[in-house]
């Protein structure tokens, strides 16, 4: 959890665990553990489809582009699971960025400055960034985050479908 630190010219002490949880229960209620949620719930339903979708897509297009006389049962190489692999892990960052921005930009928020005020949603958060920043500001940081995921992806898939082959 990131939690803005006052500045002091004193030695700044960090906050313990429960410190944080009374403050936070203090200044947003019950609901401020669950702050930012929607931003996760997007990314992780929308992002497992297009992992999964953009890698099952890319491994059929390998399967239907085989000459007539393999079967398509038999495992890709492993050269196209890497890169069906690597497909999904770019396909999972890249589209639903937008609302990790969202949620990270919500739950780092300093809440001090905000108490008696109405609480962000999810989407105000996301139309002020988009009015203030545009795209540019929705995918800040999006390109480090897709070459990251490329790589553990296609190790991910390829190690699961060369474990479901041998264990099958």
């Not at 944080?20 to 019950?30: D, K, P, V």
């Not at 999972?92 to 921005?101: E, G, I, K, L, Q």
């Amino acid at each position: 959890m990131q939690v803005p630190m006052q500045e002091s010219t004193s030695t700044v002490r960090r906050p313990g665990i429960l410190n944080l949880i009374g403050t936070i229960y203090r200044q947003q209620g019950i609901t401020g553990f669950w702050h930012g949620q929607m931003g996760t719930l997007i990314r992780e339903t929308g992002g497992s489809a297009a992992w999964f979708g953009s890698f099952e897509g890319v491994s059929l297009a390998f399967r239907n582009a085989r000459p007539a006389d393999v079967p398509r049962e038999t495992s890709l190489p492993i050269w196209q699971q890497l890169l069906a692999g690597a497909t999904a892990g770019m396909s999972y960052n890249f589209v639903f960025y937008p609302a990790d921005t969202i949620k990270s930009r919500m739950q780092t928020e300093d809440v001090s400055k905000s108490l008696g005020a109405v609480r962000n949603t999810f989407w105000s958060v996301g139309k002020a960034l988009w009015l203030d920043q545009g795209v540019k500001g929705l995918y800040r940081g999006c390109g480090i985050t897709v070459l990251r995921a490329a790589p553990s992806s296609a190790f991910i898939f390829t190690l699961y479908n060369a474990l479901k082959d041998t264990f099958a």
